[in-house]
DNA sequence: AAGGGGTGCAACCGCTGCGGG
DNA sequence: TCCCGCAGCGGTTGCACCCCT
């Protein structure tokens, strides 16, 4: 111990010596804190780990005024400070630099992290780049800590209603519904054929893995693996942020058959990040978090994969970053706004039939935990009124619809062989992603023209819809 | 009051990407 | 082209605090 401590002192800096003087001595943990984290350089001195003090912090603040962020290895060198270039750098970026904002995450901040894990999955950074004053730790803690909650209380990893500004699939596929055209060309886009679908989205890395081959069981089968991964797992989560919202996905999950016990109220599970103070209105986006599913209920995450439905996209050019998406999402009225708005038009998802009740707020403005609650005591009461009927198989998910099995990859679903099991809808069914997609897009006119059986759609939608 | 479990936060670890030599 | 160092990122761990029994 003393020795160790005596290894600190040996570290010497021609202008800090009286300052740092004190550092170790101040810090009776140092000593069991030595550790093989970093590798010391230089100085032959002993990289110190754990807990920072007040002294270090004040080390850190001194250097970077004068030599500014950056070159955190040369820390160690300027100054006696014994601790290794990445862990000033965590430390100056999580608790020392300017503008941190402390405390507890505000409403609009929680619901601004689960709208944005669900659009990028788990990046942090990212996340981070739009919570001013917040870290990419700070958020990574938040979600995790979240998770285990949403688990323990047996719910999905979304809020009810998150609508997430522009996932991948509202995003690139959804039109505008105020221009015929563009939605004939997105449904002339989705119905093409590999070659043409190839030129339309070769920036698109996900619909390249759509379209690149015409023989989707095939090609396919990753993407369906992590689906039934997901499934399998009961990582519901993961599928919502795939799903294009629509009203009657809605009405059908509130339909009295299966929330007759919860809490009457207006759409209770409507959240609109057009709501959200930190959102411009023009950025309504209809892409639902379904509400729990009961064969969905975990919230199990993988901790190193981003959401199925938040797979990074290579945009095109013609649209807008993440970063700038964000950008105008908190700064509505930035100058990009003209740009953004008319590739709003093209790319933006159509509003819902349904408008949300100026109050489907409500339930959120209550926090995130009161939402919890209100989710947990819904779904209990109808927990017990319908069953799952998801079939699994062998890496893909394979859905039983009229006599036909459908392949089930992030919203296109093909059909690639007969089957003699007849499909009933329950309620599993209803809120399985291909059903909602199906019942989504066919009630849109087909306007996205994946599915390529519309009649046993059209079965299976009047079946969704109690027709 | 004590202890055991849960929770949240800070920090570390390992990996990856990038740039310079 | 390869290697090396650095910065950054995401996952994991350790620990202090809190709450409940």
Redesign the pocket.
């Given at each position: 111990m003393v020795e160790r401590e005596m290894s600190y002192t040996m570290v010497t800096d021609e202008s800090d010596d009286a300052m740092y003087s004190s550092i170790y001595n101040e810090s009776p943990?140092a000593a069991d804190?030595i550790?093989?984290?970093?590798t010391s350089r230089g100085k032959g001195s002993v990289l110190?780990?754990?807990?920072?003090t007040s002294t270090e912090d004040g080390i850190l603040i001194d250097y970077v005024k004068r030599h500014g962020e950056?070159?955190?290895?040369t820390v160690q060198k300027h100054t006696s400070l014994a601790r290794c270039?990445?862990?000033c750098?965590?430390?100056w970026a999580?608790?020392l630099r300017p503008n941190l904002k402390k405390g507890?995450f505000s409403k609009e901040e929680e619901q601004l992290i689960v709208e944005m894990h669900a659009r990028m999955g788990?990046?942090?950074?990212?996340m981070a780049e739009h919570l001013p004053g917040r870290t990419?730790?700070?958020i990574?803690?938040?979600w995790?800590?979240r998770i285990?909650?949403r688990q323990?209380a047996g719910l999905p990893l979304y809020p009810p209603g998150t609508h997430v500004e522009d996932l991948h699939w509202s995003q690139e596929y959804h039109p505008s519904t105020s221009n015929v055209t563009d939605r004939r060309r997105h449904q002339d886009i989705l119905q093409l054929g590999n070659s043409k679908a190839n030129v339309l989205f070769d920036d698109l890395t996900f619909a390249n893995v759509l379209f690149e081959d015409l023989n989707f069981a095939t090609s396919l089968l990753p993407v369906a693996s992590d689906i039934s991964d997901m499934l399998g797992t009961g990582a519901s989560s993961y599928m919502s942020p795939i799903l294009p919202s629509h009203s009657n996905i809605r009405q059908a999950f509130q339909s009295p058959e299966h929330f007759q016990n919860a809490a009457p109220q207006k759409n209770p599970r409507s959240c609109s990040i057009s709501d959200h103070p930190m959102y411009g209105n023009n950025h309504r986006t209809d892409v639902m978090i379904p509400e729990s599913h009961h064969t969905f209920t975990d919230g199990m995450v993988p901790?190193?994969k981003p959401l199925f439905g938040a797979v990074k996209l290579e945009l095109p050019s013609f649209q807008y970053s993440e970063t700038s998406g964000f950008d105008q999402w908190t700064t509505p009225s930035t100058p990009q706004s003209d740009l953004l708005d008319s590739v709003d038009t093209y790319i933006q998802s159509p509003p819902p039939l349904e408008i949300d009740e100026p109050d489907c707020f409500s339930s959120c403005d209550t926090g995130l935990l009161d939402m919890l609650l209100h989710e947990a005591k819904i779904k209990a009461s109808a927990k017990h009124s319908f069953s799952s009927t998801t079939c699994i198989t062998n890496g893909t998910q394979n859905v039983p619809r009229g006599g036909e099995t459908h392949i089930v990859t992030s919203g296109a679903v093909v059909k690639t062989e007969e089957m003699d099991e007849v499909w009933e809808p329950k309620r599993a069914d209803v809120i399985r992603p291909d059903v909602l997609l199906e019942s989504s897009w066919q009630d849109q006119q087909s306007r996205f023209g994946i599915v390529r059986d519309s009649s046993s759609l059209s079965d299976a939608l009047s079946l969704l819809l109690g027709g």
């Open positions: 943990s804190n550790g093989s984290g970093c110190k780990k754990g807990p920072w950056g070159n955190w290895n270039g990445k862990s750098r965590l430390r999580n608790h507890a788990n990046k942090w950074a990212q990419d730790n700070e990574k803690n938040y995790n800590t285990k909650r323990r901790t190193s």
